[in-house]
């Protein structure tokens, strides 16, 4: 039994889950003829409260759009230092759009909407304009940290005094929802573009959607082509999505008790320093001094356990759909002997 905690991305289709996508119905999204897409496309914009959505066979795609579409060349966009638009996409917010990011030093990926407001470049000639702001919500690198959503109202506020645009990366954001209880008529409220993934907690073999209202979302589209992204009988991959919507969600309160669970018995350990605050799937712990991170990481995977080290002593686990009882109880049982 091998046991991989490594990212909720490692999942597999349920039986289910591949017998809805074989049964699809599908055509050439690219004319805009597969019926299953606009289908997923509708709901997810419907369950936002937005006019459209597209289908993009990445997060990182998904996120790459909605910059585009907020900023010109040489503009500015506000996120936190952890932000996955700034660490973990390439580089894609220069080399795509053109653009810089100032970076907010906020706790654990979130920042206040005063930081917010101190960010703001001058409208003056030789700074760089600022168009957009951008949350993720949960925080991957702050260890599924979940946003106060009374401080992303107050954030919301600060754009719309500047007239900024307001991104929302919510690669996680079922996982949110599902911890807090909120619902995503509240996030579409409150935000001009949101991504979201099905590939992640949801457990589908590739997906992320970017909605938007009608005006921010018109050029969307011709983006998603420019970077690549337009497929054709996608329906087999969007029926896996509508699957997820209905059977995968509430789930994740599954995988969010098992993480607790992994904490606790992590913070008996003599070698561990801490464990951070654990909101959702995401186990982030630092080792003590003097213990390197691969020597732990080859001590689990002698028993097929398999976990990332995120560098400086810090290391993650990430439970999801594939994770099992069995395979909770299994790892418990050998932390607790460590």
Request: hydrophobic share 40%; glycine share 8%.
């Amino acid at each position: 039994m091998i046991i991989d905690l490594r990212s909720d991305t490692v999942t597999k289709p349920t039986p289910e889950m591949l017998d809805a996508m074989m049964q699809a119905q599908v055509g050439d999204d690219v004319f805009e003829e597969d019926p299953t897409v606009k289908i997923l496309e509708g709901r997810l914009a419907n369950m936002f409260g937005k006019s459209r959505a597209l289908f993009f066979p990445s997060g990182t795609m998904a996120n790459q759009t909605a910059i585009k579409l907020h900023t010109q060349p040489g503009d500015q966009v506000i996120c936190d230092k952890y932000a996955h638009i700034y660490n973990y996409e390439s580089g894609g917010v220069s080399f795509n759009s053109g653009v810089s990011c100032k970076l907010i030093d906020g706790n654990r990926g979130m920042y206040t909407a005063e930081k917010v407001k101190e960010a703001i470049n001058p409208n003056v000639f030789y700074y760089s304009q600022t168009r957009l702001v951008e949350i993720e919500n949960t925080s991957n690198k702050g260890g599924g940290a979940c946003w106060d959503f009374n401080e992303i109202l107050k954030v919301k506020s600060i754009c719309d005094t500047h007239n900024l645009g307001f991104h929302l990366d919510g690669a996680r954001l079922w996982n949110a929802l599902v911890a807090k209880n909120e619902t995503t008529k509240q996030y579409g409220e409150v935000f001009d573009t949101i991504s979201v993934c099905l590939s992640k907690g949801l457990g589908c073999p590739i997906g992320s959607v970017l909605i938007g209202d009608e005006a921010i979302m018109e050029q969307a589209i011709r983006i998603r082509k420019i970077f690549g992204g337009n497929m054709r009988q996608v329906g087999y991959l969007a029926a896996a999505g509508l699957y997820a919507l209905d059977y995968h969600v509430e789930r994740l309160a599954e995988d969010h008790k098992k993480a607790k669970e992994i904490g606790e018995a992590l913070s008996r350990l003599s070698q561990i320093k801490t464990v951070e605050p654990i909101e959702t799937n995401i186990v982030i712990f630092e080792l003590n001094d003097g213990i390197h991170e691969n020597v732990f990481i080859q001590k689990l995977a002698t028993k097929n356990i398999k976990i990332i080290g995120m560098g400086g002593g810090k290391l993650r686990m990430v439970t999801h759909l594939d994770y099992t009882h069995d395979m909770h109880e299994t790892l418990i049982k050998f932390l607790q002997n460590f």
